[in-house]
């Protein structure tokens, strides 16, 4: 399995930017695919995720009504959407892919499996 995040950039506050992630190797339909971010001196977090075949999404509250994660199919990939974006958005993004996961584990890094390279996002103000 391969994931490979792209899309990050610099923008100002209040800009939006739309990350993607070309995920292959296997098909994902049972997995679950999310967005985390690191920022200096933190730990990693996560943004959002979304259960492939149903659609179902997750969404942290710092990042609600801001961002939206979607998948295409036919693409093999996700996206993450992120709008108004504010300096404390700035991190390293990751996309993450994991197996059948339960609600409960969705938000935790250790669950994921599969990991992408990463790509800088920096929000200035």
């Known amino acids: 399995v391969q994931l490979q995040a792209s899309g990050g950039g610099l923008v100002q506050a209040g800009g939006s930017l739309r990350l993607s992630c070309a995920a292959s190797g296997r098909t994902f339909s049972d997995y679950v695919m999310g967005w985390f971010r690191q920022a200096p001196g933190k730990e990693r977090e996560s943004v959002a995720a979304?259960?492939?075949?149903?659609?179902?999404?997750y969404y942290a509250d710092s990042v609600k009504g801001r961002f939206t994660i979607s998948r295409d199919n036919a693409k093999n990939s996700v996206y993450l959407q992120m709008s108004n974006l504010k300096p404390e958005d700035t991190a390293v993004y990751y996309c993450?892919?994991?197996?059948?996961?339960?609600?409960?584990?969705?938000?935790?890094?250790?669950?994921?499996?599969?990991w992408g390279q990463g790509t800088q996002v920096t929000v200035s103000s």
């Open positions: 993450a892919a994991a197996p059948r996961l339960i609600v409960s584990m969705i938000r935790i890094p250790s669950s994921y499996n599969y």
């Open positions: 979304i259960r492939w075949s149903a659609g179902t999404t």
